[in-house]
C-alpha cells in the first residue's frame, strides 16, 4: 500500500513538473515581444561586401480562447543592407514599407498547445508572401517537450518542413528558468519544402554527396523559459540559420546566407477587447506560395502595364539588333521572356496583331515563347499551327522548342495531346517525329518524381507503336519506341517486349536496327527501374542465338544500369564460353574501360569489374581493331567536385572494316550529380556497299526456277530478311532524343534531287545578290532552387543563361550562274560580307528573391563576339584555283570578349531606380604588398597599447555595437593583368590579348575564392602602323598541273652564281647512314671521284671555294677506340684547288688562318679515354661549328674532330652493342638493341663487305655525320627531280607602291613513285630576302620515314631532321624516331636549355628512372616497344641522359601478334595500301579440299562427303537467288569432287567433273572447251583454264573467281556480305554454322546433312534424304504413356534401299499422348524439345531399284 501511494504521489509531481514547464500564453493577457530578423548573404570572412534584409517590429500576442491566439504586428520596419557588415549601417526601405505594411500590420489566428503551432488562419486577402512573415515569427514558438527526457531526437515540423530536430533542456533553478536547445539539420528532412525546376534530367551521386555536400542548412534554436503555476512563458527565443552552398568542395570555402531571429518579452498587458476580422483556414506551419517557380522573379520588375513594357522590349531588340548582336541583348531577352510570363493568355493575340507588320519584332517574339514555359504560350503556338493549312518551319522550329522547355502538368499535357493529333503536324513526317519525341519528353518530365505514370498520358505513344506493328513500314515503329525511350517509364516495358530478340514472334520479322531501338528503348526506364532492365538485359545478352549486335547494345544498356557484383560476374562467366569474337571483345574493352575509371558515381562497378577481370584471358585483350569495342576516358578532380566522362561505341562485323555503328556520349559530372550533356549515334550499315563499286547489270532475264526447285527440297529452308542498305544517325541532349534521321538507299536519290534543286536556286539569285540575317535566341539553361528560411521569406539560388546570335550574310556573283554544275565548271567571283556575332550571359543568384525584393550574391558572366569580314572569292573549281581577297583592318575590332563579376545587389520594386551592385570584393586604394614598407617594432613600442576586444554575443543583431580593427578593415583584392600584342606590319594587322584579374585569393586559395571577384579577357584586331599602303589581303591557292604558273619568285633567283650549285643540293633529301654500320661504305674509287668533282665545283665557283678554304687549312679529330688510349688524327688538304686556293688568300686571311690551325693542333695533342669529357664535347661542337658546306666542298680525305669521333663512335656501336645501343632496364634486362627492319635483310651484305669497309676506313672519315640526313646521299634523291610543283599557296598585300609583300609556300611531291618523297618551301615575296624554310620528306624504303627542316638564308642557316624508323627491341615491335640538328637558333637553344634543365625532375615524377651518361650532343633518340597489348617500353637518350619507362600502360589494347608481323613485313608502306585495301575489303574467299572446308568467316570444318548427293556449298540467299553451287564426290574417284553451278539466268547450268583426261565442262548438258568462248555465257561468265584447272569469274553476279581442280573449289565472292548461305556460312564475320532454317548446328555433320540436296528415286545417284522420325517405343514422358517425334530432320536411306554406313547421332524429341494421330510430322520442327535420344542414322546407302 505504501508502494502505491509513493507512486502516485510520484506521478503528481511529475504532472505538475510538466504543467509548470509546459509553453503556454496566458488567458486575457497580451504579450508584447521586441522582434528582430535579419537576413545575409555572402562570404562568411569579414571586411566583405554583404547583402541583407532587415524586418523589425513589435509583436503582440493575446489569447482568443481555448488554445487560440492573435499574432499582431505594431510599427513593422524594413531595411536594407549593401555593404560591409556591421561596420556600414542598414538603411531603411520607406516606400516598400509603407506599401506592405498594411498588410503585415493584420492579425493573424493561430492555434498554440504545450508549445505546439496548429492551424493558422488569416484574411483571405493577406498575400502568401507576407503571411509567410508571420509563420516566420510563429516558426520561434515551436517547441516539442517530452516527458522526464533532456536529450532526445525527433521528426518536427516547422516553417522548412520536417525534419530532424535534437533537443537539450537544462534546468537553471538559481534563476528559475528552463534553457531549451534545439538544432535542426535542414538537409535531413522527412518532408522538406523546396521547389525546383531544371534539373529532371539530372541523376544524383549518393557517393559524391558523402564526399562533400555543395547545399547544406541547419538552424539553432535558444529559447528560454519561464516557468509559472499555469505554464511556461516564453521569455526570450533566438534563432540562427546557416544555409551555405558551394559549386565545388565545401572544405575550400562557401557562400552563406544566414538568418537570425531574436523574439524578446518586453511586458505583459491586460488584454483588452478588439474586434477580430473573419479569416480563413491557411494552412499550418510550413511555408507555401501559390506562385509557380518560374513566376519567380528573375530581374525585379513592375508589374504596371505589362503589355507595354513587352512592346517596348520588342522594339528596343529590333532596332538595336540590325546590324550586330549588342552586348544587353541576353538580358533584354530575359526581360521579355519575364514579361511574357505575367501576361494573360488574351495578351498573347493582341500582341501578335500589333507585329503582324513588323517582321523583325516579330521574329524576337516567337524567339522568346519556348522558354515562358506557361500553358498560355504553348496554346498561343498550337492556334497559330492551326490557323495555317501549311506551316512554317519556324512555327515548327517554337512548337518542338516549346514543349521541350514547358513546364509540365496535367493540363499541360492534354494540351499536348491534342498537338500531335493536330492535321497539320502528321501531315509531314519530320514534323511528326520531333514532335512525338517532344511529347515523350514531357511525359519524362511529368513522372519523373512519381513512383507510377498514369496510362492515358502514355497511350498516345503506345497506340502510335501498336498502330505502326500493323504496318509493313517500320519507321514508325522506330519513332514509337524512341518516344518511349524519351518518356523512360516502366509502364511500357510490356509494349516494348514483344519487338526485343526472344521474347516474341514480331521481332523474328522485324529488321535488325528495329530491334536494336527496341534494346536502346530500355535505357530511361533503367532511370527509375534497374532491376526489370537488367533482367531483360542480361537475358538478351547471354542468349546466344541473337544476333552479336543484340547483345552488345544489351551488354551497353545494362552496364549503364550501374549492375551490382553478381551480375558482373555472370557476364564475366559467360565470356569464357563466348562464340562469338565481337560480342568477347566488346564486353572485355567495356569492362576494362569502366574498371579504370574514377569516377565515384561508379566506383563499386569499377571494383566489380576489376575484380572479374582475373579471370577473363588474356587473350581478349589481343582482339584488335576488326572487333567491337569501348573506348572510355574520365576524370573528377574533388577539390572541385566536378569532372567528365566521355565514352565511344564502336560496334563492327569482322566481315567488314568500316564500323557498323557509332555512340559517343559525353557526360558531365558537378553539384553533385550527372547528367548526359551530349550523345550522338550514328549508323552506316550499307555505307561499305555503297563504297565499293557497284556490279554492272547484265542480267536481262532472271529465271530462277532450277534454284528454286532445289532450295523447296531443303527442309523448312528460309530465305534471308532483305535489309536494304540503311544509313540512319539521332542526336540526345541530357538524355533526351530531340531528333533522328535515317536514309535508305531508294531515297538518296531523292534527297540528292532536292539539294540539287535548292542549290540551283539559289545559284540563279546569285547575280542579283543574296542576303539573308539568321538570328537565334535561346534560354539553355535555367535551374531554380527555392528554399523557405526561417524569417519566412524564400531563399533562391538559381542559374540562368540566355545566348543570342545573329550573321548578316550577303553573297553577290559577278557572273551569271544557271545551275550548280556551272558554279564547279567555270570561273566564279563572289563577292560576300559576313557579320557573325553572339552574345551569352549567363547569371548565378543566391539570396531572397521576392517579388517585392531582392537581396542577395549574384555573378555575372558574358561573352560577346563579332568577327566581321568583307571577302571577294573567286572561284575555278576545273583549274584548281582559289583565291580570297579582304580588305585589311580599319579600326580595331573586339572579336572576343569575356568578363565575369559578383556583386552584393539589392533591389525593391518600389523603388527600382535606387538598386544597389556592390562588387563583392571592396574597391580599395591600399598600394599592392610589395610597395608596403617595413616599419620595426620597437619604433612604436611607446605608443602601442592593447586593443579594446569587445566581448559580444554571436546573436548580436544591433549594427550600433562596435567593431574590431580587422572587421572593419576590407579586405584587399589579389590583382594581375596581362597585355600582349602581336604585330604582322606585312599584311597590317596587330592582335592583341587582354586580361585583368581581380580575386579573392588573399583570403583563402580555392576555387572558390578564384572565382570571386572581377575577370575580364578581350582579343582585339587592329590595324599596325604599316595599313596605310595596303591595299588588299590576297590569299590564293592553287593546285594541279598549273601550279607553276602562279610562282611570283623563284627559289633560287636571288642566289649568287658562286652558290647555285651548293642551293641545289641544299633542296636534295638525302638517306641517312645507318646507325649499325661500322664504317662508311665510301671506296677510294668513289673517293677519287668526288675529289674530282670537288675540283670541277672549286674551279668553277673561286669565290666558294676561298671562303670556305679558310676553315679548312688543318682538320684534328679525336679517334676513341675501346679499351684503348684514343689518338689524335690530323690531316692537311691535298686537293690541288683547295691548295690554290689557299695560296691566292691575303696575308690577313693568313694569319688568322694560322693561328685557327695552331688551336686546332693543340687541341689536336689532348690525350682522352673513351668515357666522354665536357672538354671533348665542347670541341666537338665547335669544329662542328666552324665545318660548313663540307659535303659540297671537301675532299673525301678531309674530316674534323667530331666527325671522325662520329664515325669511330659509330664503329663502336657495331663492335660493342654494349656501349651505346643497348640499355638497362631495372635490372631484369641488361642489353636490349634496336635492330632496324630494313637493316635485317641487308644483313649478308654488311657481313660480306665487313673487310672492304675496314680497308677504307680512312677515306670513309669524310664523310661529316653532323651534316643532317639531307647530305649524306645527296647523289640519290635530288628534289630537283620531283619537276613541276603540284601547289602553290601565295598569302600576299596588294600595296600602293606596288611592292610584293607576303609568303609564297611551294609543294613539290611524288607520293605514287617507287621512292615517295615530299618538298614544301617557303619564301617570302621580297626581292631583298633570302629568308626562307624548306621541309622535305622521304621514304626511302619500307621501313624509313626521312624528315628535315631548314630554315635562315638559303635555308642554310638552321637545320633540323627527323628520322622514323621501324624495326625490334629484342623480340618486340618497335618503332625509333631519331631527331638531329645541326644550328639551330639561340631564343630556341635557350629554351631547350631550361626545359632540359626541369627534365630530370620531370622524368622522376612521370615514373621514369634515369642514367646520367654522354650521347651524341645534336641528338635525341626515341625507342618505343610494344611489350603486350595494353604496354609499352619506352626509351628517351638525350646529350646528358637516358630515361627510360618499362611496362607503361596506354589507354587501348593494340593486337600485338597482328602489329609484330605487319612491321616485319609492310613496315610504313602499309599505308599505301589502304585505297586496295578498301577496295577488297568485301571479298571473302570459301575454299573446300580434301576433307575440310574453310568457310568465308574463317570457320574449318572437317567431314568427309560420305556419298554422291549434292552438297549445297553456297547460294545468294536472297529474295531473287542469282545463283547456287553444290559439290559432290566424284564418280571416278572418292578423293575428287564434282561441282555444279545453276545460274539464274536462262536458267544455265555448269558443271565441271574431273576425268583422266582433265576437267570436263559442261554447259546445260552439252560438253564445252573451256579455252574457247561461249557465245551463251557472254557477259555474265568468262571461263578458262590454266595448267591445274579451271577459272570462272562472273562478276556481274558478284562471283569474282571460282577455281577448280578436281580436290580443290575455291570461289571468291564481293559484295554478298550477309547475303550467302550453305556450308560456307552467311559471309558476316561469325564463326557460326547455319541450318536452312537459320538455326546453329550442334555439329558439322547436322551442318552438311542439312544442306545434303535428297535424292527422289531409287534411281537418282543420292540415295538418301532427310525426314522427321518416330522414336521406336511408347514411352511415359511427365506420367503419361507418349509417342515422341524428333524436332530435327534426320537422314534416312530412299524407299528400296538398304544402308551402307551408319552413324549414331543424337537427335532431339518432342512427346505427345500416345492416342494423338500424327499425319504430318514437320510441324514438330516448330514444337520445342523434351527429350534427347540415341538415333541410327545412315551416310550412304545401296539401292535395288526394280
Not at 664515325?1207 to 656501336?1213: A, G, I
Not at 615530299?1318 to 620528306?1337: G, I, K, P, T, Y
Not at 638531329?1380 to 620531370?1402: F, H, M, S
Amino acid at each position: 500500500m505504501k508502494a502505491i501511494i509513493f507512486l502516485l504521489a510520484l506521478a503528481f509531481a511529475g504532472s505538475e513538473h510538466v504543467n509548470r514547464f509546459d509553453p503556454k500564453f496566458s488567458e486575457n493577457k497580451v504579450h508584447t515581444y521586441k522582434y528582430d530578423g535579419v537576413i545575409l548573404t555572402g562570404l562568411p570572412e569579414k571586411g566583405l561586401n554583404r547583402a541583407g534584409i532587415r524586418i523589425s517590429s513589435k509583436v503582440k500576442i493575446s489569447a482568443l480562447g481555448s488554445n487560440q491566439f492573435l499574432l499582431q504586428l505594431e510599427n513593422p520596419q524594413l531595411q536594407e543592407l549593401n555593404g560591409i557588415w556591421p561596420k556600414d549601417p542598414f538603411s531603411s526601405l520607406r516606400q516598400l514599407t509603407s506599401k506592405l505594411t498594411p498588410h503585415l500590420i493584420t492579425p493573424v489566428k493561430f492555434e498554440y498547445k504545450s508549445g505546439r503551432v496548429g492551424s493558422i488562419f488569416a484574411p483571405e486577402k493577406l498575400p502568401e508572401d507576407i503571411l509567410s512573415i508571420h509563420k516566420g515569427i510563429l516558426n520561434i514558438l515551436q517547441i516539442t517537450m517530452k516527458k522526464s527526457q533532456n536529450f532526445y531526437d525527433l521528426q518536427e515540423a516547422g516553417i522548412e518542413g520536417i525534419c530532424h530536430a535534437r533537443y537539450i533542456v537544462q534546468e537553471d533553478r538559481r534563476n528559475e528558468r528552463l534553457i531549451i536547445s534545439k538544432a535542426k539539420d535542414l538537409t535531413n528532412c522527412q518532408e522538406r519544402i523546396l521547389k525546383q525546376t531544371g534539373t529532371v534530367y539530372t541523376q544524383l551521386c549518393p557517393s559524391c554527396q558523402q564526399r562533400g555536400k555543395n547545399i547544406r542548412a541547419s538552424a539553432a534554436t535558444t529559447i528560454v523559459l519561464k516557468p509559472t503555476s499555469t505554464g511556461a512563458i516564453i521569455h526570450e527565443a533566438r534563432l540562427r540559420e546557416v544555409h551555405q552552398f558551394t559549386p565545388f568542395h565545401e572544405l575550400d570555402g562557401t557562400v552563406q546566407l544566414e538568418a537570425r531571429q531574436s523574439l524578446i518579452l518586453e511586458k505583459i498587458t491586460s488584454q483588452s477587447m478588439e474586434s477580430v476580422p473573419e479569416m480563413s483556414k491557411r494552412g499550418n506551419l510550413q511555408y507555401r506560395s501559390v506562385n509557380s517557380v518560374l513566376q519567380q522573379p528573375i530581374q525585379l520588375l513592375k508589374e504596371q502595364n505589362l503589355i507595354t513594357q513587352v512592346k517596348n522590349t520588342l522594339v528596343h531588340m529590333a532596332q538595336h539588333n540590325v546590324q550586330e548582336i549588342q552586348t544587353d541583348a541576353p538580358n533584354r531577352l530575359i526581360q521579355l521572356v519575364q514579361l511574357l510570363r505575367l501576361i494573360p493568355y488574351r495578351s498573347f493575340e493582341d500582341i501578335w496583331q500589333e507585329l503582324s507588320q513588323q517582321p523583325e519584332q516579330r521574329h524576337w517574339f516567337l524567339e522568346a515563347l519556348p522558354a515562358v514555359g506557361r500553358i498560355e504560350s504553348l496554346k498561343f503556338i498550337k492556334s497559330k499551327i492551326q490557323e495555317s493549312e501549311n506551316v512554317k518551319a519556324e512555327l515548327i522550329q517554337v512548337l518542338v522548342l516549346a514543349m521541350h522547355q514547358i513546364r509540365t502538368d496535367r493540363d499541360v499535357l492534354n494540351l499536348a495531346m491534342e498537338i500531335i493529333k493536330l492535321p497539320q503536324i502528321t501531315r509531314h513526317s519530320l514534323s511528326r517525329k520531333l514532335v512525338f519525341l517532344a511529347y515523350g519528353s514531357m511525359v519524362f518530365r511529368q513522372c519523373a518524381q512519381k513512383s507510377s505514370c498514369p496510362a492515358d498520358l502514355l497511350k498516345p505513344i503506345h497506340d502510335l507503336l501498336i498502330d505502326a506493328n500493323s504496318r509493313p513500314l517500320d519507321e514508325g515503329i522506330v519513332l514509337g519506341l524512341k518516344a518511349i525511350g524519351n518518356a523512360g517509364q516502366p509502364e511500357s516495358i510490356k509494349n516494348i517486349l514483344k519487338l526485343l530478340p526472344g521474347y516474341g514472334t514480331a521481332a523474328t520479322n522485324l529488321p535488325l536496327k528495329v530491334r536494336v531501338d527496341a534494346i536502346l528503348a530500355l535505357r530511361n526506364i533503367a532511370r527509375k527501374d534497374p532491376r526489370i532492365v537488367q533482367r531483360l538485359a542480361i537475358q538478351i545478352f547471354l542468349n546466344l542465338k541473337n544476333d552479336p549486335e543484340e547483345r552488345i547494345m544489351a551488354c551497353a544498356v545494362l552496364f549503364s544500369t550501374k549492375p551490382p557484383l553478381p551480375l558482373v560476374s555472370i557476364v564475366a562467366n559467360s565470356l569464357l564460353y563466348e562464340t562469338s569474337l565481337q560480342v568477347a571483345s566488346f564486353t572485355y574493352s567495356h569492362m576494362r574501360a569502366l574498371s579504370r575509371s574514377s569516377l565515384p558515381s561508379i566506383n563499386s562497378l569499377a571494383a566489380s569489374c576489376n575484380l572479374l577481370l582475373k579471370i577473363l584471358s588474356p587473350k581478349l585483350d589481343q582482339l584488335g581493331s576488326r572487333f567491337s569495342k569501348v573506348y572510355r576516358g574520365d576524370t573528377f578532380m574533388y577539390r572541385m567536385m566536378a569532372g567528365a566522362s566521355a565514352k565511344v561505341l564502336l560496334i563492327r562485323t569482322s566481315s567488314s572494316v568500316i564500323p557498323k555503328a557509332l555512340l559517343a556520349k559525353v557526360r558531365g559530372h558537378a553539384l553533385g550529380a550527372s547528367s548526359d550533356l551530349i550523345e550522338v549515334g550514328l549508323r552506316a550499315e550499307g555505307l561499305q556497299e555503297i563504297m565499293t563499286k557497284a556490279p554492272s547489270q547484265h542480267l536481262n532475264k532472271i529465271d530462277s526456277r532450277n534454284i528454286r526447285r532445289i532450295l523447296n527440297k531443303m527442309i523448312n529452308w528460309k530465305q534471308l530478311p532483305e535489309e536494304k542498305p540503311l544509313a540512319s544517325a539521332y542526336l540526345k541532349l541530357f538524355g533526351q532524343e530531340l531528333a533522328f534521321v535515317q536514309l535508305r538507299k531508294d531515297n538518296i536519290d531523292g534527297l540528292k534531287q532536292s539539294i540539287s534543286d535548292r542549290a540551283n536556286k539559289y545559284a540563279q539569285k546569285l547575280k542579283e545578290g543574296v542576303s539573308f540575317k539568321p538570328a537565334k535566341a535561346l534560354v539553355p539553361a535555367e535551374m531554380r532552387h527555392v528554399v523557405p528560411t526561417a524569417i519566412g521569406l524564400p531563399m533562391e539560388l538559381g542559374i540562368i543563361s540566355a545566348a543570342v546570335a545573329m550573321s548578316k550574310v550577303y553573297v553577290k556573283s559577278e557572273s551569271k550562274i544557271d545551275t550548280i554544275q556551272q558554279l564547279l565548271s567555270s570561273k566564279v567571283q563572289l563577292n560576300a560580307n559576313l557579320n557573325p556575332s553572339v552574345s551569352v550571359q549567363t547569371r548565378v543568384f543566391m539570396g531572397i528573391n521576392m517579388p517585392h525584393i531582392q537581396s542577395g550574391i549574384e555573378l555575372r558572366a558574358n561573352v560577346r563576339s563579332i568577327i566581321p569580314v568583307t571577302i571577294t572569292a573567286k572561284i575555278n573549281i576545273k583549274d584548281g584555283n582559289f583565291r580570297i581577297e579582304s580588305l585589311p583592318a580599319e579600326k580595331e575590332n573586339r572579336i572576343l570578349s569575356m568578363t565575369s563579376q559578383v556583386y552584393a545587389i539589392s533591389r525593391n520594386s518600389e523603388n527600382l531606380q535606387a538598386e544597389k551592385i556592390t562588387p563583392i570584393l571592396p574597391v580599395t586604394r591600399i598600394n599592392n604588398i610589395s610597395r608596403q614598407k617595413f616599419t620595426s617594432s620597437m619604433s612604436k613600442s611607446g605608443s602601442v597599447s592593447k586593443p579594446v576586444v569587445s566581448h559580444l554575443s554571436p546573436e548580436t543583431l544591433s549594427d550600433q555595437v562596435p567593431c574590431s580593427e580587422e572587421e572593419q578593415t576590407s579586405r584587399v583584392a589579389n590583382r594581375a593583368s596581362y597585355r600582349t600584342c602581336a604585330e604582322a606590319t606585312k599584311f597590317g594587322l596587330k592582335a592583341c590579348v587582354a586580361a585583368r584579374m581581380e580575386n579573392a585569393l588573399s583570403i583563402k586559395h580555392s576555387p572558390l575564392y578564384r572565382l570571386i571577384g572581377e575577370h575580364s579577357l578581350n582579343v582585339s584586331i587592329a590595324p599596325a602602323n604599316s595599313a596605310s599602303d595596303i591595299e588588299k589581303i590576297v590569299l590564293e591557292i592553287q593546285a594541279g598541273s598549273k601550279a607553276s604558273s602562279k610562282i611570283i619568285r623563284l627559289s633560287d633567283k636571288q642566289s649568287a652564281p658562286s652558290k647555285v650549285a651548293s642551293n641545289s643540293q641544299s633542296l636534295t633529301l638525302m638517306k641517312q647512314q645507318r646507325v649499325n654500320s661500322t664504317a662508311s661504305r665510301s671506296s677510294s674509287s668513289s673517293s677519287s671521284t668526288m675529289s674530282r668533282m670537288t675540283h670541277s665545283r672549286s674551279s668553277s665557283s673561286p669565290s666558294t671555294s676561298s671562303s670556305s678554304s679558310s676553315h679548312r687549312s688543318r682538320h684534328s679529330a679525336t679517334i676513341r677506340i675501346p679499351g684503348r688510349k684514343s689518338m689524335s688524327l690530323s690531316s692537311r688538304s691535298s686537293s690541288s684547288s683547295s691548295s690554290s686556293s689557299r695560296r691566292s688568300r691575303t696575308s690577313r686571311t693568313s694569319k688568322t688562318s694560322r693561328k685557327n690551325s695552331r688551336k686546332n693542333t693543340k687541341s689536336s695533342a689532348t690525350i682522352s679515354k673513351p668515357s666522354s669529357s665536357k672538354s671533348t664535347s665542347s670541341r666537338r661542337t665547335t669544329s662542328s661549328r666552324r665545318t660548313t658546306s663540307s659535303g659540297r666542298t671537301t675532299s673525301s680525305r678531309r674530316t674534323t674532330s667530331s666527325q671522325s669521333s662520329r664515325w669511330t663512335s659509330r664503329r663502336r656501336s657495331s663492335s660493342h652493342p654494349s656501349s651505346y645501343t643497348s640499355y638497362t632496364v631495372r635490372s631484369r634486362t641488361s642489353q636490349r638493341s634496336f635492330i632496324s627492319a630494313s637493316s635485317q635483310s641487308e644483313s649478308r651484305v654488311v657481313r660480306r663487305r665487313h673487310s672492304s669497309r675496314r680497308r677504307s676506313s680512312s677515306s670513309s672519315r669524310s664523310h661529316s655525320h653532323s651534316e643532317s640526313i639531307l647530305k649524306e646521299s645527296a647523289q640519290r634523291y635530288l628534289i630537283n627531280k620531283l619537276g613541276a610543283p603540284s601547289l602553290v599557296i601565295l598569302l600576299r598585300t596588294r600595296r600602293s607602291d606596288s611592292r610584293q609583300q607576303g609568303y609564297q609556300l611551294t609543294g613539290y611531291g611524288k607520293i605514287s613513285s617507287r621512292l615517295p618523297r615530299v618538298h614544301l618551301r617557303l619564301v617570302e615575296l621580297n626581292e631583298s630576302s633570302n629568308w626562307r624554310v624548306c621541309a622535305d620528306a622521304a621514304m626511302p624504303s619500307s621501313h624509313k620515314v626521312l624528315t628535315s627542316a631548314r630554315w635562315g638564308e638559303n635555308c642554310e642557316r638552321y637545320r633540323v631532321s627527323v628520322r622514323l624508323s621501324s624495326g625490334r627491341l629484342a623480340s618486340h615491335p618497335a618503332v625509333k624516331v631519331k631527331m638531329q640538328w645541326g644550328k639551330i637558333p639561340d631564343t630556341l637553344k635557350y629554351n631547350a636549355r631550361v626545359v632540359g634543365d626541369y627534365l630530370p625532375g620531370l622524368a622522376y615524377a612521370l615514373g621514369f628512372s634515369q642514367t646520367y651518361q654522354r650521347n651524341p650532343s645534336r641528338q635525341i633518340t626515341t625507342l618505343v616497344a610494344l611489350t603486350s597489348p595494353q604496354s609499352i617500353d619506352t626509351i628517351i637518350r638525350l646529350p646528358r641522359m637516358t630515361a627510360y619507362y618499362q611496362g607503361l600502360q596506354i589507354p587501348t589494347s593494340l593486337p600485338m601478334h597482328a602489329i609484330s608481323v605487319r612491321v616485319q613485313q609492310k613496315g610504313f608502306s602499309g599505308v599505301t595500301e589502304i585505297q586496295d585495301m578498301l577496295l577488297k575489303i568485301d571479298e571473302h574467299v570459301c575454299i573446300a579440299e580434301n576433307d575440310t572446308v574453310t568457310s568465308f568467316d574463317g570457320l574449318e570444318m572437317k567431314k568427309r562427303l560420305p556419298n554422291r548427293c549434292y552438297h549445297v556449298l553456297t547460294q545468294d540467299c536472297s529474295e531473287t537467288p542469282s545463283f547456287i553451287l553444290l559439290v559432290r564426290q566424284a564418280k571416278s574417284d572418292q578423293q575428287q569432287k564434282e561441282i555444279k553451278l545453276l545460274l539464274a539466268k536462262n536458267n544455265t547450268v555448269i558443271e565441271a567433273i574431273p576425268g583422266q583426261n582433265g576437267i570436263k565442262l559442261l554447259i546445260n548438258d552439252n560438253v564445252q572447251d573451256s579455252n574457247q568462248k561461249i557465245e551463251e555465257l557472254a557477259g555474265l561468265v568468262s571461263i578458262h583454264q590454266n595448267d591445274t584447272g579451271i577459272i570462272l569469274e562472273a562478276p556481274s553476279i558478284n562471283i569474282d573467281q571460282l577455281y577448280f581442280d578436281g580436290t580443290r573449289v575455291q570461289i571468291v565472292l564481293a559484295r554478298m556480305l550477309k547475303k550467302t548461305c550453305g556450308i560456307c556460312g552467311r559471309n558476316d564475320g561469325e564463326k557460326k554454322m547455319i541450318m536452312p532454317n537459320h538455326a546453329e548446328a550442334s555439329d558439322v555433320e547436322r551442318l552438311f546433312d542439312s544442306w545434303t540436296y535428297p535424292g527422289q528415286s531409287c534411281t537418282d545417284e543420292c540415295t538418301v534424304r532427310s525426314e522427321f522420325v518416330q522414336l521406336g517405343k511408347v514411352m511415359e514422358f511427365e506420367g503419361v504413356e507418349s509417342r515422341c517425334y524428333s524436332v530435327e530432320a534426320v537422314q534416312r536411306c530412299l524407299e528400296g534401299c538398304t544402308p551402307l554406313e551408319t552413324r549414331s547421332q543424337l537427335i532431339n524429341f518432342h512427346c505427345v499422348q500416345a492416342n494423338v494421330t500424327v499425319r504430318d510430322a514437320t510441324i514438330f520442327s516448330r514444337k520445342p524439345a523434351d527429350i534427347r535420344s540415341s538415333v541410327d542414322s545412315p551416310s550412304n546407302c545401296m539401292c535395288k531399284c526394280t
